[in-house]
């Protein structure tokens, strides 16, 4: 497997006159790359035109470090429907690209009785191709076994550390018993449990309930999945992780109440982290409109959108610490022929929004922009908390040494959403109409600008797999 980044002749790059902005600070400086790495960072570092290849003028702009996406899916078989998300590893990642994504980390699936190593080869083989940006994968645990059990230490110090589990979702689904085991042994190995957090017993209960009451439309995917559900599952995984002394990280929170577990948590020592993403934070319950018949569909994904005051209670966790990273659970499908589906029966939509384009807009726009961020905490929560969480030592900073993944962002440059203005193999957009800031104008990749005003300049398959070292867990963000 090609892995990781190599010192290589890439030319040099120098990014000159704009905002330097880390997770620490902003500063105006320029950034000297050579080989595909970060050479310098400072206000004058005497080079000149002719001493590069070339030279990027981000007068007025800021520079950040690329955006990393450690929860996206592509080209997978999504949930209990198990039906194929629509995007490739071309398209998906050629849209984060244009949405300011330098990584992504994305998910190989267990097989019923297959291996956790065959998953990892399998998939290897489906993404290595198609990437244009750096990848990783989770290794979603279906079917725990001794085996499995026995494989997941040489895994962990292999390149993959963390493993992703559904509390909820058909035969994708593990129990508390096999949960508390894979704690277990991740625990012992460096290794991190990634938690999908739903009552299954709950849900299974509210979704019969529903379609015996004659609830079948796709607002109804909303109430067969309340908040409550969410909240008491996270709490159990929380606990069940620390009962086995291991870290474990919450996917996609969506409520106050499961924002609030992760943050008591915290607060009494436990190694938990946590995400959200960009849909909880700017859709609210009342896109589940019943009078708009199936146009609900394009908003249906676990877990649902909530009532605005979960929106502010999200807001006010990024804000305080409580919750580290926010990523884009990017599971498109299209509406017409994949949503539609299940126009008369809720629990035939398949699960999911795309967002790995607009993730990065999204949080600049409605956080920094609106004043409720501070950039350098977007800074934390798009890249650098999510190199950290995830073990990436290359990515996520501006500093000498580091990957030269970057983007260069005019602050001030608005785009109004469509489908059509966006890269994903979708026909619509959840943010249609929305006025978004933070687009990149250049996005740079191990020092290639793949991005270069506007045009996308990479050839499909240059994307590698990234470095990753076991979780420590004293170092979680
Ligand atoms: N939830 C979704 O809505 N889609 C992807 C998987 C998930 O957990
Ligand atoms: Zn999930
Ligand atoms: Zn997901």
New binding site residues.
Partial sequence: MRRGSRMEDKGSLLIRGGTVVTATGRVPADVLVRSGRIDAVGPDLGVGEADVDRVIDASGCWVMPGGIDTHT?LAHP??RLGVTTADDFYTGTVAGAFGGVTTIIDFGLQEQGGTLTDARDHRFGVIDPDAIIDFGFHLIVTDVNDGVLAEMGDLIRSGFPSFKV?MT?GDKKIGDDDLILLLEVAGEHGGLIYA?CENDCAVTHLIERHLAEGKTGPAYHATSRPPEVEAEATNRAIMLAELAGAPICI??VTSSGAARHVADARARGVAVAAETCPQYLVLDSSVYDPGAGCEVAKF????PMREHSHVDALWDALADGSIQQVSS?H?PFRYEGQKTGGCDNFTQI????PGIETRLPIVFTEGVASGRLTPERFVELTATAPARLFGLTEKGRIEPGADADLIVVDPEREVEITADVLHSDVDYSPYEGMRLKGFPTWTISRGDVIIDNGVLTAERGRGRQVERIPIDPANLP
């Fill in positions: 899916h999504i949930g559904y979702y999908h996917a996609h249906v994904c676990s877990p659970d599971a398949p699960n999911g929004l």
